[in-house]
Every structure is written in structure tokens, then in C-alpha cells.
């Protein structure tokens, strides 16, 4: 059995999959710098912050809550994550982002015949498959060594893959864009981060300045998965909500850390992620 903390949770907030306008009180500080004014004492522009990206279906937001600067850089991450890893999701599953459903109708395959060969199939061919990456805990709650990049494996959910479909292209094989786990990462960080900021007045982040970080596509980053991780013995029962965001403690070592569990496309059996957000 792997060494790995255990977490005692004590709040679940679920997302169904019809998107639901919330917003939670206003912050009044930028939710990653801390700041309020800018050098000359000037206040800054605070903009609403959503908690799981919008792109994902959710409109619960945190107002007031993120600076320009800090903004750019989670948008940048956001927008790479949305377009790499779940267009197609998003389209196939109807979730509705910041302008409704996505209107775009054909998606780039990438077929492999030639190192830059792309196909682009109708969505109704489309073999869509939900990819989530299945992570060791976290180096914060497990004898993982913080310098590890790896991940465990990956989860997929076969939405419309037929083999059928891919004949009528003549495609045998096929491969979605990797993914890059960096910026996933901050992604499930800066949910974990937004939430739990919400949840608790004052604690010492672990996350924040990882989040409005901002690493260009693939770059080597070593420390991504500090924080972030999966358990191993923690087994949850099957739910109905699109997402879950769980709030608890982590036990590891003697140490009580203020963690989150991220769980996306809970209803597609995907895994939690657990996020240790503070101390
Ligand atoms: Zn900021």
C-alpha cells in the first residue's frame, strides 16, 4: 500500500449539469497577490473570479476577487486547458460557457501519419473521449519526492469513440493533444485555491503564487505536483453531479493541512484531486 495522508472531510458542495448562477461574497482583495492598491496606493480594478473554470459548465464566481495581472495569467492557463483537453467534451456534453454552448462543429484529430497531420471530423464522428490524468498523492501528504513529474496513468470515459465512424475517415489509430500537466495542475490548484479562500478567513497559502505563475506551454516545471495529488485509499461512492469540490483537513505526518478535493466529471467516474491549499 502506498504511504499517503488521510483527509477528514467536513463540507461538499456539488454542481449539477444544468449551469446555475451563484455568486459567493465579494472578496475585496485580489484572491492570489493579496493586494488591494497597486504601487502608488491606488486601488486596483478586482474582477469576479469563477471558481471551477466557466468553461466547465459552473457560474459560481467569487466578485471582487482577482487583479489584471493575475487574471491574465489563469486565463492564459485556462484558455490552453479549455482548447487542448476538453473541447470536444464540452461540445458533446452541452456545457455552457461564458457564450453558451461552443459554436465550433469540427475538431483536429491528430492521426499520426505524419508528425503534423491533422484531420478535422465533424463533432457527430468525433471520437470523443474524456481524458483525466490519475496522479501519486501529493508530495505534501505523501513520501513522494517534490521533484517528480510523473503521473500514474490516465482515466478515460469513451463518450462516442465508434469504431465505425473511424473507418468512414479511414483513420485506424488516433491520438488527442497530451496534456499538459503544468497547467492542469494550476487549473485544479486555483479551484482548490478560490474556494477554500472563500471558506476560511485566514490561512498561510501553498498554492497561490503556483497559480499566477505563468509557464509557457510544456515548459519543465518541477514542483507541480507538490500539492496536488491523488489518494489511493480514499474510495468515494458513485455520484450524479457533473462536479464536486470537498472541504477538509489532511492528516499526514502529525500535521493538519487545510486541504480541498477537486473532483471533475464526478459523474463520469473520474477521480478527485486533492489539494493542499494552506497550513
Ligand atoms: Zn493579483
Same mark, same amino acid.
Given at each position: 500500500?502506498?504511504?499517503?495522508? $488521510?483527509?477528514?472531510?467536513?463540507?461538499?458542495?456539488?454542481?449539477?449539469?444544468?449551469? &446555475?448562477? #451563484?455568486?459567493?461574497?465579494?472578496?475585496?482583495?485580489?484572491?492570489?497577490?493579496?493586494? &488591494?492598491? /497597486? =504601487?502608488?496606493? &491606488?486601488?486596483?480594478?478586482?474582477?469576479?473570479?469563477?471558481?471551477?473554470?466557466?468553461?466547465?459548465?459552473?457560474?459560481? +464566481?467569487?466578485?471582487?476577487?482577482?487583479?489584471? #495581472?493575475?487574471?491574465?495569467?489563469?486565463?492564459?492557463?485556462?484558455?490552453?486547458?479549455?482548447?487542448?483537453?476538453?473541447?470536444?467534451?464540452?461540445?458533446?456534453? @452541452?456545457?455552457?460557457?461564458?457564450?453558451?454552448?461552443? +459554436?465550433?462543429?469540427?475538431?483536429? %484529430?491528430?492521426?499520426? !501519419?505524419?508528425? $503534423?497531420?491533422?484531420?478535422?471530423?465533424?463533432?457527430?464522428?468525433?471520437?470523443?473521449?474524456?481524458?483525466?490524468?490519475?496522479?501519486?498523492?501529493?508530495?505534501?501528504?505523501?513520501?513522494?519526492?517534490?521533484?517528480? /513529474?510523473?503521473?500514474?496513468?490516465?482515466?478515460?470515459?469513451?463518450?462516442?469513440? #465508434?469504431?465505425?465512424?473511424?473507418?468512414?475517415?479511414?483513420? +485506424?489509430?488516433?491520438?488527442?493533444?497530451?496534456? =499538459?500537466?503544468?497547467?492542469?495542475?494550476?487549473?485544479?490548484?486555483?479551484?482548490?485555491?478560490?474556494?477554500?479562500?472563500? !471558506?476560511?478567513?485566514?490561512? !498561510?497559502? $501553498?498554492?497561490?503564487?503556483?497559480?499566477?505563475? $505563468?509557464?509557457?506551454?510544456?515548459?519543465?516545471?518541477?514542483?507541480?505536483?507538490?500539492?496536488?495529488?491523488?489518494?489511493?485509499?480514499? &474510495? %468515494?461512492?458513485?455520484? /450524479?453531479?457533473?462536479?464536486?469540490? +470537498?472541504?477538509?483537513?489532511?492528516?499526514?505526518?502529525?500535521?493538519?493541512?487545510?486541504?480541498? !478535493?477537486?473532483? @471533475?466529471?464526478?459523474?463520469?467516474?473520474?477521480?478527485?484531486?486533492?489539494?493542499?491549499?494552506?497550513?
Amino acid at each position: 500500500m502506498f504511504e499517503e495522508g $488521510t483527509i477528514e472531510g467536513t463540507h461538499i458542495r456539488a454542481f449539477p449539469a444544468i449551469k &446555475k448562477k #451563484e455568486n459567493l461574497p465579494a472578496l475585496g482583495q485580489c484572491v492570489y497577490c493579496h493586494r &488591494k492598491a /497597486d =504601487d502608488n496606493g &491606488k486601488p486596483l480594478k478586482l474582477t469576479s473570479e469563477h471558481v471551477i473554470p466557466e468553461f466547465l459548465g459552473v457560474g459560481l +464566481e467569487l466578485p471582487a476577487a482577482s487583479c489584471a #495581472e493575475c487574471q491574465k495569467a489563469t486565463a492564459d492557463f485556462e484558455s490552453a486547458i479549455a482548447t487542448s483537453m476538453f473541447d470536444p467534451v464540452r461540445k458533446m456534453l @452541452l456545457l455552457k460557457g461564458k457564450g453558451g454552448v461552443l +459554436e465550433k462543429t469540427n475538431f483536429p %484529430l491528430d492521426v499520426g !501519419r505524419e508528425t $503534423t497531420r491533422h484531420e478535422f471530423i465533424p463533432l457527430r464522428h468525433y471520437p470523443t473521449i474524456l481524458l483525466m490524468p490519475n496522479f501519486f498523492p501529493a508530495a505534501s501528504y505523501s513520501r513522494r519526492s517534490p521533484l517528480s /513529474d510523473d503521473l500514474f496513468n490516465i482515466l478515460m470515459f469513451n463518450i462516442n469513440a #465508434e469504431p465505425e465512424y473511424l473507418k468512414q475517415y479511414a483513420l +485506424e489509430d488516433f491520438s488527442t493533444q497530451a496534456i =499538459d500537466l503544468v497547467h492542469f495542475s494550476q487549473m485544479i490548484a486555483k479551484i482548490a485555491h478560490v474556494y477554500g479562500t472563500h !471558506r476560511f478567513e485566514a490561512f !498561510r497559502p $501553498t498554492v497561490a503564487d503556483f497559480v499566477r505563475t $505563468t509557464y509557457p506551454p510544456g515548459s519543465p516545471v518541477l514542483g507541480h505536483l507538490e500539492h496536488v495529488g491523488c489518494l489511493w485509499q480514499r &474510495k %468515494l461512492p458513485p455520484t /450524479d453531479n457533473l462536479h464536486e469540490i +470537498e472541504v477538509g483537513a489532511m492528516h499526514w505526518q502529525g500535521k493538519a493541512m487545510t486541504c480541498i !478535493r477537486v473532483q @471533475l466529471f464526478a459523474a463520469y467516474g473520474m477521480r478527485s484531486y486533492y489539494v493542499t491549499i494552506g497550513e
